[in-house]
C-alpha cells in the first residue's frame, strides 16, 4: 500500500530560525514528489517538485532534498518568518498507472515572533 | 485573477440538507478532482471529474451522497447531500498542473469549510 509518512507532525519556532521537516515515502514505482504549503482556511500551494533524478530544489528560502534510494526527502526552511506558519504537505506520485497521488497528514509548523 | 475559483469558502448547515459547492477554473482542463480534508488528516480523492460522463468515485464515496456535475471544461460542482455533522471538513476542488509557476503540481481551490450542525 502505497503510503507517505511526515515528521514532525508539528513544530514551533522561533522567527529567523531554520527548520527541516521530514517525509518518508513507500510509493512505487516512484514519479515525483512535491511540497505544498497550506495556509489556515486556504488551499495547498505547490512549493517544489522533485523528479527521481532530482537530489536537490530550491524555492526562496525552502529547499527540498530527495533521496530515492531511501525514499526520503527532506524541506529546509531557511530564516523562518511569520507567514511561514502553515501546514507543509509532502505529495508523492506513482508512474505508470494511477494518477492519484498520496498526501501525507502535513506538519503545522507556528512560528513566533 | 486566480486559477481556481471555489465558492462558497464557508458554510454551516443543518444536518440532513445539502450544499453544493462550485469550481471554475481559468482555463480548459479534462480532469478535475475532488478532495476531503477532515481536520488534521490528509487529504482524501472524492471523485474525478471528467467532462461528458460520469465522475469516478473512490473506494468509499458514492454518487448518491456526493453527486457531481461537470458540464464543460472549465467548470464542476460538488453536492454534499443529506447532511450529517460527520460531514464537516475541508472540500477542495483540484486541476493537474500545465502552467511552469505551478511547478506543474496540482493546482487547488482555496476550500470550503463546511460545518455541519
Known amino acids: 500500500k502505497n503510503q507517505v509518512e511526515q515528521s514532525p507532525q508539528s513544530l514551533i519556532i522561533l522567527e529567523g530560525k531554520n527548520c527541516t521537516l521530514q517525509?518518508?515515502?513507500?510509493?512505487?514505482?516512484?514519479?515525483?514528489l512535491r511540497w505544498y504549503k497550506q495556509d489556515t482556511g486556504r488551499g495547498p500551494v505547490s512549493l517544489t517538485i522533485?523528479?527521481?533524478?532530482?537530489n536537490t530544489k530550491s524555492n526562496g528560502r525552502y529547499t527540498a532534498t530527495l533521496d530515492a534510494d531511501t525514499k526520503q526527502s527532506s524541506l529546509h526552511i531557511t530564516a523562518s518568518q511569520l507567514s511561514d506558519s502553515a501546514s507543509y504537505i509532502c505529495?508523492?506520485?506513482?508512474?505508470?498507472?494511477?494518477?492519484?497521488?498520496?498526501f501525507g497528514r502535513g506538519t503545522s509548523l507556528i512560528v513566533h515572533p | 485573477s486566480a486559477v481556481i475559483s471555489q465558492k462558497p469558502s464557508r458554510d454551516i448547515c443543518q444536518r440532513g440538507t445539502s450544499l453544493t459547492i462550485q469550481c471554475q477554473v481559468d482555463?480548459?482542463?479534462?480532469?478535475m478532482f475532488w478532495y476531503r480534508q477532515q481536520p488534521g488528516q490528509s487529504l482524501t480523492l472524492i471523485a474525478t471529474a471528467n467532462q461528458g460522463s460520469e465522475a469516478t468515485y473512490e473506494s468509499g464515496f458514492v454518487i448518491d451522497k456526493f453527486p457531481i456535475s461537470r458540464p464543460n471544461l472549465t467548470f464542476s460542482t460538488l453536492t454534499v447531500s443529506n447532511m450529517s455533522p460527520e460531514d464537516s471538513s475541508i472540500y477542495l476542488c483540484?486541476?493537474?498542473?500545465?502552467?511552469?509557476?505551478?511547478?506543474?503540481?496540482?493546482?487547488f481551490g482555496s476550500g470550503t469549510r463546511l460545518t455541519v450542525v
Open positions: 505529495v508523492v506520485s506513482a508512474s505508470g498507472g494511477s494518477y492519484i497521488p498520496t
Open positions: 482555463s480548459q482542463v479534462t480532469m
Open positions: 517525509c518518508n515515502y513507500t510509493v512505487s514505482p516512484f514519479s515525483n
Open positions: 522533485m523528479t527521481f533524478s532530482e
Open positions: 483540484s486541476v493537474e498542473g500545465y502552467r511552469p509557476r505551478d511547478n506543474y503540481g496540482y493546482t
